[in-house]
């Protein structure tokens, strides 16, 4: 049971470059999300998923795109980096309705993403 | 957007010691209780304990206990006999339970506790 696992860790952009982050989780969850986490700042929502098949847009979504094909990913895109867009990725997924009384997110270990 | 007030951007704590980490957030909606996270310098995010709008009794767990004041909207996470392993950032967030639907969550800026052996 691996949770929530996050593909690259590390990743170095150009301004104008486009790259996919994947979320992929195993606790078959219905919903998950997309944060971005600035030094000295809380995280932030970027994008989030309810089930698969769906997306919404979080706090501060311009910029980014994301998909929901099956139930265990979820992906961020970006498809034209600015160095703004710098910043540590987390995904995060959760049961959703049905699930425990918490409904704690679980997260994953995160992307340090560099725009240059 | 709702506003989450930690007002203490760090603080320093002897080993063995209790503390008291502040959390306030405005939010209007009755049902919404309060998420505490925990930030180590390794960068994941562990759930710590969660406190129900409309759970009668403060929540514990473990070494962690939250001091729910609804009315006041704040809800302060006490780590009794703090550890060397807690130090890390501590971020609340409140939200709701999954009854009520869709549970996104909005963090505060966080405080930085460190334990000084």
């Known amino acids: 049971n691996a949770g929530v696992t996050q593909t690259p860790k590390f990743r170095v952009l150009k301004t104008g470059q486009s790259m996919t982050l994947l979320c992929a989780q195993d606790?078959?969850?219905?919903?998950m999300y997309w944060y971005r986490q600035d030094p000295g700042m809380g995280l932030r929502l970027i994008h989030y998923?309810?089930?698969?098949?769906?997306?919404a847009k979080g706090e501060v979504p311009d910029g980014y795109n994301v998909s929901r094909l099956k139930k265990q990913n979820f992906l961020l895109g970006l498809e034209s980096a600015a160095p703004s867009q710098t910043s540590v990725y987390f995904c995060?997924?959760?049961?959703?309705?049905?699930?425990?009384?918490?409904?704690?997110?679980?997260f994953g270990p995160g992307t340090r993403l560099t725009v240059l | 957007a709702q506003k989450i007030t930690q007002t203490q951007p760090g603080m320093f704590v002897q080993e063995k010691e209790a503390v008291t980490l502040d959390c306030t957030y405005d939010t209007s909606d009755p049902s919404y209780g309060l998420f505490w996270y925990k930030q180590p310098s390794s960068g994941e995010m562990i759930f710590l304990i969660y406190?129900?709008?409309?759970?009668?009794q403060n929540a514990t767990e473990g070494r962690y206990s939250l001091n729910f004041q609804k009315a006041r909207k704040s809800a302060n996470l006490v780590i009794s006999a703090s550890q060397l392993g807690d130090s890390a950032m501590y971020f609340c967030?409140?939200?709701?339970?999954?009854?009520?639907?869709?549970?996104?969550?909005?963090f505060g800026t966080g405080t930085r506790l460190t334990i000084i052996p």
């Open positions: 998923s309810v089930g698969e098949g769906t997306t």
């Open positions: 606790m078959n969850h219905e919903y």
């Open positions: 406190q129900g709008s409309y759970d009668q």
């Open positions: 995060a997924s959760s049961y959703g309705v049905t699930g425990s009384s918490y409904n704690e997110q679980f």
């Open positions: 967030a409140p939200g709701r339970l999954s009854n009520f639907g869709n549970e996104k969550l909005t």
